[in-house]
């Protein structure tokens, strides 16, 4: 909701290796806007974790 209202400044995403049977796809629902973003940091992590960040360029 942030994210397509234009109220978020960064994103924080952290990648786990997990299987899912539908997949999981959390920004689906940003629907037809194209949002530009520039990465902050990069962090990999033991057990294949790897922590994004990313600044969200308005």
Request: positive net charge.
């Amino acid at each position: 909701q942030c994210i397509r209202a234009g109220l978020a400044d960064e994103l924080h995403i952290d990648i786990i290796p997990v299987f899912l049977r539908a997949g999981f796809r959390p920004f689906e629902d940003i629907g037809n806007k194209s949002i530009k973003v520039e990465r902050i940091k990069v962090v990999e992590l033991p057990a294949s974790r790897t922590h994004l960040r990313f600044r969200v360029v308005k």
